[in-house]
């Protein structure tokens, strides 16, 4: 889902290594698809499974700007600036506007990436049902946070399904679009962010330049979130003494860097992302973390991707290292809907299933872990996820 002049880039920052030819978009895995494949009568639907979860959900967008510090990728920028997607549970009472998938520039972008060029493709992908609603009150109580950092290249959005889920289960989330690493990021008055970052490893820049960056970021966000004078009005339905992160890709790799450096946050899930950080002996303070990948050569133990037997056995807290059949690198998004849709290659597992064991693992780990509640999921093979693997290395 990156420009596909950046598809070497992409495959150096979600692996650290070659991918298999069904993980990333590459000239030389993604046929072109023309404005007359997109509108092939009978396509994939472009949908969203539904959440599981009881709660309505609402969803609020935020800009911020960071003025105590340069922009890594643009230091002429005034400041860093964060576009920020909040999903919430919300109160039964009331009305809102569905909320889109994303800002029709902002589908566009993406889906020129992968050679669709179709306008109606991007009005379709941009008006995508996200199954929340604008700006309602939320439910009463307080409530834990999780921040979602999407893959590198790609926008917030394609963290979606994830997010809309856990709000469902009682969850206020974050997703976070971080300033010049996406395909495109729109901001309130009309300008567009472009991926400067990808030139910039391509040139040679290290991930962990990427890792920094967003991890102060989430330092940035969780101040403008749960410290004085709160950017979101609703501020108060989130739990302080509660907050998990989790990532897909280097987004994975920025949970880890981010919980090195800030105390609050009290749990970590990276998806298949390799680390680019190497952790103190003392890992992450006894702080639970999931390892959740592709079952191949590239995350199984002993596989290509290093960095996570490297990682491993610092991880001095509660962990899980868990590999799931038939699913390729963006499987852990909402990729798989948009690579079928799209007819772009994908891994082997159905987009729907794809999603919902994602959705009920990352969900079982912040349950334990943010919210004390014991799920037998966590414990050991299931039969209602064959697929899934738990690793012991």
Not at 230 to 237: G, L
């Amino acid at each position: 889902m990156i420009t596909l002049t950046r598809a070497a880039t992409a495959a150096l920052l979600a692996c650290a290594v070659a991918l298999p030819a069904t993980a990333l978009p590459a000239s030389a895995a993604a046929p072109a698809v023309t404005a007359s494949a997109a509108a092939d009568p009978a396509p994939a639907p472009l949908q969203l499974p539904a959440p599981t979860g009881t709660e309505r959900v609402g969803s609020s967008v935020l800009h911020l700007v960071d003025r105590s510090r340069k922009d890594p990728w643009v230091p002429s920028a005034d400041g860093r600036e964060l576009m920020v997607t909040l999903h919430y549970p919300a109160a039964r009472r009331g009305h809102g506007a569905p909320a889109p998938y994303a800002t029709e520039n902002e589908a566009r972008l993406l889906l020129r990436g992968v050679q669709v060029e179709d306008p109606a493709a991007a009005r379709a992908l941009a008006g995508m049902g996200t199954y929340s609603e604008r700006d309602l009150r939320p439910a009463p109580g307080r409530h834990p946070l999780v921040l979602l950092s999407p893959g590198f290249g790609v926008p917030r959005f394609t963290l979606t399904s994830l997010a809309v889920e856990l709000a469902s289960r009682g969850y206020v989330v974050a997703s976070v679009d971080h300033a010049y690493e996406t395909s495109g990021t729109e901001l309130p008055d009309g300008r567009v962010l472009p991926c400067v970052a990808c030139t910039a490893l391509e040139g040679g820049t290290h991930g962990s330049v990427v890792t920094a960056a967003r991890a102060a970021d989430v330092r940035f966000l969780l101040d403008r979130l749960t410290g004085p004078r709160a950017a979101w009005r609703y501020a108060a339905a989130i739990d302080r003494s509660r907050i998990g992160m989790a990532g897909h890709s280097i987004g994975g790799a920025a949970a880890a860097k981010a919980m090195l450096g800030d105390r609050r946050i009290d749990a970590g899930v990276n998806m298949d992302g390799s680390f680019w950080d190497t952790l103190p002996a003392k890992g992450l303070g006894g702080r639970p973390f999931l390892l959740l990948g592709t079952d191949d050569e590239t995350h199984r133990p002993g596989g290509v991707d290093t960095t996570w037997d490297a990682t491993w056995p610092v991880l001095g807290g509660w962990k899980r290292w868990l590999t799931v059949a038939g699913t390729d690198h963006f499987s852990f998004s909402d990729g798989p809907v948009l690579q079928r849709h799209f007819g772009l290659p994908a891994g082997d597992i159905p987009a729907d299933r794809a999603l919902a064991v994602t959705r009920a693992y990352v969900a079982a780990f912040f349950d334990r872990s943010l919210r004390g509640e014991e799920r037998r999921l966590l414990a050991g093979p299931s039969p209602l996820y064959p697929e899934v693997r738990f690793n012991q290395p």
